[in-house]
Structure formats: C-alpha cells, structure tokens
C-alpha cells in the first residue's frame, strides 16, 4: 500500500466540512449514532438496508442512497467511511493529472468528486449517479462552495448512456457492487488458478450487471483514456472475474494495481485494488494482469508466547540455529535471542526472558528479509530497544491471561498454502473434501509433520487455515479437525 501524504493534509478538512468526525471505537460511533437519530430514523435506516438488494432494476439500491442523501444524516452515516474517504480521495487525486475531462461514474452526494474539482481548478468534472437525492445534495453542495468546474447529472446507466468524450473515467465502488458475489472459484482447493470459462465469465458479468456498465462506459472513453476503478475486488474470485472482465474489452493496467487497507472505526478493511487501465494503444505501456493472491508484507508472522512459544521453540532449535545473542542489564534482567531457520520453511527468532518471559515471531519465506532485519536490531540491541521489541511483539499477549491452547504457528493467508505444501514428513492422519453446490469444495485435513501436528483447511474461494500444534497438546487439533467436519463453512448463524 502507499503513502498517501500528498492531498491527504487538505482532504481532512474538507472532510470535516461535511460533518464527518473521526471514531476510534465502535461504542463512541454507535453511541452518537443513537444519540443524534431517533428510534424511528434508526427503525428507517435499518429497513433501507434490508430492502437495498435483490430487485434487478436496482430500485432498492436507489432507494438506499436516496434515503441516506440528507445533510443531517451524511456525518452520523459517513463518518465510519471517513479513512476510506481519506484513503482512496487522495490516491485518486494524485493520478488525476493529466486529465482535462473527467467523468465520475457513480459520484453520490458528491463527496470525492467536490475535492477531487477542488483540487484540480482546470480540469471539468462530470458527476453522474443514479440517485436523484444525492444528485440533487452534490449540485447544492458544489453551489453552496462555489465550485464551477463540476456538475452533476441524474443518469441511471444502463439503460441510460452517458454522453460526453472524457480521457479520464472514475469509479469507486459503483461497478461492481454485488457483495455477496464469490466470483470465479478456483480448479480444486490445491490451487488458487482459475478455469478460463468464457460463458461462465459472460453469464457472471450479466448477472452482476458489469458487463452493461462497463460498455456504456466505454462508449465515452476517449481512444488515449484511462479509468481509474477501485472496487471491493480483494478476494481473489471477484478479483479475476472483474479483471477478466476488463480484458475482455481491452482494458489493461498501466500502473501497479494499488491493494488498500484502512480502518472503519476499530475494523480494519482490505478494500481494492485501485486500478489504472487504458485501452491497449499504441504507444502506453501496459502491464500484465495477475491472477495470483495478494501477498501483503509479513503476513506469514505470528508470534506466541508462554507454553506455545516455549514447545514451538524446542522444536525448530533441533534444526538450525544461525545466530544467538545474549545481554544482560542492571535493572532489568538477562535475556537470550536465538535465530534460526526450519527446515527451508520457517525462519524464528525465540527471545528468552530472566523473568520467565519466552517470545516466540515465526514466519515463511515470503517474510525472511522482515525477520533478517530483526536479527540486524538484535545485534546492536540496548536495553530500551529491546523494551520496545517485547511491547511491539508480544505486549498485547503478555497483559493477557495466557491461553494454553494457543497454537505453535497459525496462518489464515493464501501463504499458509506454500508453507502446507512444504511441510517436510507430512503424515495425514485424517481428511475429508466436502462438495457444495453453492459454496464450493472445502478440504479439511489433520496430520503429523517433523514433531508437530497440522490441521489445514482449504476452499476454492482461497480461504486457508493451516495450525500447527506440538504433539503434547495435539488433542485441540483433533477436537478442531471434528468441529470442522461438522461445520465446514463455518459455525452456523
Ligand atoms: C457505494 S456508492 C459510492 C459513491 C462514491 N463513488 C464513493 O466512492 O463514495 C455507489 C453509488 O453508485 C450509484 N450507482 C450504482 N449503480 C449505478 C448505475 N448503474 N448508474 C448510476 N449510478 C449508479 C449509487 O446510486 C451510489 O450513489
């Protein structure tokens, strides 16, 4: 993800202008919620939500944003969008220029597109949407701030076309909306690839209504355009359906696809990527796409402490121990760090504490240059830093009540597959793949490996879960390996 400094010291403010405040936690945001709307508008707001999907004209949908499009309600509704906002505003906002003619394609009340026509005095905004309440909210809101350089149409696309020619298309979150929608699943629960299946493709893209925007978009990109599409397209089936999708018509990216995260209030949300797409003309240079799971930077780490740590740690010094440190100090104790690496598969570092403490931070080689650096630190370690490391790694695990059956490594990543599939003397005890119709093949499998015992759990929409226990304390594995059967999609609702 990147830095986004540029844009984001004027987008917060202007945020703010809006109403929008900043929640940390979820009871301070739902206690104001209550606070400032009635039973009855609450009542209102949940039925809007309940009504939003299911119909095909999208009338639910309308009716939604319809219904959220007041300017009393937009700080108490949109505040918990406020990182999205900062987030995605200020990504888009940096990739504007060159542009002279953009179209926003779904604009709302017209929150991004008034800063993004702030922000870039010469360039004509088009906003469309196909709520005429929040149509009507950005026209007032653009007339009240004097923006000239913006308008707003009422356009419901398809069946309305766009008119206009603009060399810079956006769309955040107006795409591809359908939520619940998995996209393409994968061959079998080994593999994240995917099947080329090009009337499955086109019967998604309609079902989605994808294929019907996307077009009418076309129709008013410029030859040398460029969209910039930022969706909920994270999980990897929705991703390779939508970017198959694009393909399809000759879109290809013409920057590194940009994988967001950011908090809504105290959940932290994968959202994206924002896309950077032109038709393939001569003369852009263009990329191509990828199909394979998003990897984000030590995703493989986990860190334990206590028994898990100390069992886990006994196991991987049998391998190799590469480095070992030791220091003591005045006030506050000795310790030892030992480095090593597990069998090509695992690189650790166990930190041992005169106070009992026993940390463990393991992770797979997607995450061993995070885990060099560390030895790097260790080295040149003062009694300060190391306070910090111990806070930094384990401080949430030490002020809790130790939890016994806490496993030796856990990881819920597409990664956990690369470190399953290497896992040396694999000895499957017990498996079963379940068949679903609609939610696809689930594999859930128990085994030994060198002194541990594994459980991992794979679908074809590239969930994974792969736990390893030491042997002493294997039974939680095999009592998880039951539940699991029971419910494989997990606990019922
Ligand atoms: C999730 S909101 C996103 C608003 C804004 N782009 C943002 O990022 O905050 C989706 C918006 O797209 C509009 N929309 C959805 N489908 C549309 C369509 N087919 N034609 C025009 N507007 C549409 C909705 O009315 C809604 O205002």
Redesign the pocket.
């Known amino acids: 993800m990147e830095e986004n400094t540029e844009y984001h010291a004027e987008l917060f403010p202007y945020l703010q202008s809006w109403g929008l405040r900043e929640f940390r936690d979820e009871a301070s945001y739902y206690g104001w919620q209550r606070e400032t709307l009635s039973k009855e508008e609450l009542d209102d707001f949940q039925r809007l939500i309940e009504h939003r999907y299911g119909d095909e004209k ?1 009338k639910g ?2 009716e ?2 319809d219904g959220l499009a007041r300017r009393d309600l937009i700080p108490i509704l ?1 505040s918990q ?1 406020l990182q ?2 900062l987030t ?1 505003g200020t990504a888009v906002c940096r990739r504007i220029a060159p542009a002279q003619q953009v179209l ?6 017209g ?3 008034i800063f993004f026509a702030l922000q870039h005095p010469d360039v004509e905004f088009v906003g ?4 005429p309440r ?1 149509v009507e909210m950005a026209c007032l809101e653009a007339e009240k701030r004097q923006i000239r350089n913006v308008r707003f149409e009422l ?4 069946p ?1 076309q766009i008119s206009g020619t603009y060399d810079l298309i ?6 591809f ?1 359908t939520e619940r929608e998995p996209g393409i699943p994968s061959r079998t629960w080994e593999t994240f690839q995917r099947v080329v299946d090009h009337q499955r493709q086109e019967q998604l893209e309609v079902l989605t ?1 994808v294929h ?2 996307l077009d ?1 978009l076309l129709l008013v990109l410029g030859l040398i355009g460029r969209m910039l599409i ?1 969706e909920k397209t994270w999980n990897l089936g929705r991703r390779i359906f939508f970017q198959r999708a694009l393909d399809a018509r000759g879109l290809f990216p013409i920057s590194s696809p940009v994988f967001c995260r950011y908090r809504s209030v105290d959940e932290e949300v994968a959202d994206g990527p924002l896309y950077e797409v032109a038709r393939n003309t001569q003369g852009v240079e263009t990329l191509g796409w990828n199909e394979e799971p998003y990897r984000a930077p030590g995703e493989t780490l986990y860190r334990c402490i206590g028994i898990a740590a100390d069992r886990m740690g006994r196991v991987l010094a049998m391998d190799q121990v590469s480095a070992s440190f030791s220091g003591v100090h005045s006030s506050f104790g000795s310790w030892v760090w030992r480095f090593g690496l597990w069998k090509e598969i695992f690189a650790w570092g166990l930190c041992e504490h005169s106070s009992g403490l026993t940390g463990l931070i393991i992770g797979g080689e997607a995450d061993r240059d995070l885990l060099h650096q560390l030895v790097e630190t260790v080295t040149h370690m003062t009694e300060s830093d190391f306070q910090e490391l111990v806070q930094d790694f384990w401080g949430d695990l030490i002020h809790a009540k130790e939890d016994q059956s806490a496993p030796c490594y856990e990881n819920h990543h597409p990664s956990a597959q690369i470190i399953y599939e290497r896992l040396p003397s694999k000895h499957i005890q017990q498996e079963s793949t379940i068949q679903d119709a609609q939610r696809g093949e689930m594999h859930i499998e128990l085994g030994t490996t060198t002194r541990l015992t594994y459980l991992y759990c794979a679908n074809v929409f590239d969930q994974r879960q792969l736990v390893l226990m030491d042997e002493e304390r294997a039974q939680v594995l095999r009592e998880y390996y039951r539940e699991s059967l029971q419910h494989p999609y997990g606990p019922p609702a």
């Open positions: 999208g949908d309308i939604f944003y949109y969008r999205y906002f995605i926003d394609f779904g604009c709302g009340v929150i991004l597109t469309i949407d196909r709520s929040s356009s419901h696309v398809p309305q956006l769309s955040t979150h107006t795409l909306q209504g019907g925007r009418a930022f």
